[in-house]
């Protein structure tokens, strides 16, 4: 890979797809609840997935990729990890607040760009984001606490989206943006039967058409696309501290869309794991090649 420093222009491009992903994929995430009561998270979650797989069918043609067994296997995971990765968010959003479940689902990648630091100065952040963790999460019931299945959700949402970072980067790399049209088809063939399942017949309300279409749209389509692009320009480890500012967008989303208003614990705890991911980012070395997962 070419050593020579990235231009302006290189370095702002993916970082401003990200933050239109990031404000899109936000709002989607309050529309999608109006659909819990019909549907439940597991009928939102396949509907979503469905309909955005026939949008980036149509428009990626994720046919033309070039496969290999090794890229085929990256592709799974990829697509499985996304798959559980929305799931588990959605599950999570039933009982807890949009902006708090992104911040806990976070720690997924916040731990993926750590790791791939591991310096003596990581620690600080480590501390920093164990300390809006306990924030959210206190011990005993207090007037801030939270429900601790919804948070386990939002917990295991993050260990899928740092899989999502780590094996997405690696597939881009083999197939670029139609590697996102394949992510989200594997991902809806892993939901749909949790889905269908659970919601049966349901699924089949005309009313909600056009409101999974958007959410489709709005949470999984034009938001994935993008980061596609993105991963394929940012290290692996820069990507994931980019998106600091993700459980500032979902906390903004649900006090406008929902009208879920955090404590001011709440908001500390948010700030505390935006300040780690953004300490991480400014302290971390600067890298020629793209972090990708082992094989």
């Known amino acids: 890979m070419?050593?020579?420093p990235r231009s302006l222009g290189a370095t702002l491009f993916p970082v401003g797809l990200l933050l239109i992903a990031m404000a899109s994929i936000q709002s989607g995430a309050s529309l999608a609840k109006s659909m819990f009561p019909?549907?439940?998270?597991?009928g939102t979650t396949t509907l979503r997935l469905i309909f955005a797989s026939v949008?980036?069918?149509?428009l990626l043609r994720p046919w033309r990729a070039k496969l290999t067994a090794k890229s085929l296997r990256t592709v799974l995971v990829y697509g499985v990890a996304l798959g559980g990765m929305n799931l588990l968010f959605y599950m999570s959003l039933r009982s807890v607040p949009l902006?708090?479940?992104v911040a806990l689902e976070f720690t997924g990648p916040l731990a993926v760009a750590i790791y791939a630091s591991r310096r003596a100065v990581d620690f600080?952040?480590?501390g920093l984001a164990i300390i809006g963790l306990l924030l959210l999460v206190p011990i005993g019931e207090t007037s801030t606490s939270i429900d601790l299945v919804g948070a386990a959700y939002a917990l295991g949402?993050?260990?899928?989206?740092a899989l999502y970072i780590l094996f997405g980067q690696k597939a881009g790399a083999d197939n670029g943006i139609q590697t996102a049209a394949l992510g989200v088809m594997i991902a809806a063939m892993v939901v749909a039967p949790v889905g269908i399942a659970h919601a049966g017949a349901a699924l089949l309300t005309p009313a909600l058409i056009p409101v999974a279409l958007g959410v489709a749209i709005l949470s999984t389509a034009l938001p994935y696309t993008l980061e596609m692009v993105a991963l394929t320009r940012l290290p692996a480890r820069t990507f994931g501290t980019l998106m600091s500012i993700e459980p500032a967008f979902g906390a903004l989303s649900g006090l406008l869309f929902l009208h879920e208003y955090l404590s001011l614990a709440q908001w500390l705890a948010i700030a505390c794991i935006i300040l780690a991911s953004v300490g991480a980012t400014m302290t971390m070395r600067s890298e020629s090649k793209p972090l990708v997962a082992a094989d």
């Open 2 to 4: 070419n050593d020579q």
């Open 124 to 126: 600080l952040w480590i």
């Open 38 to 42: 019909v549907v439940g998270a597991q």
């Open 55 to 58: 949008i980036m069918l149509l």
């Open 99 to 101: 902006g708090i479940a």
């Open 157 to 161: 949402a993050g260990v899928c989206w």
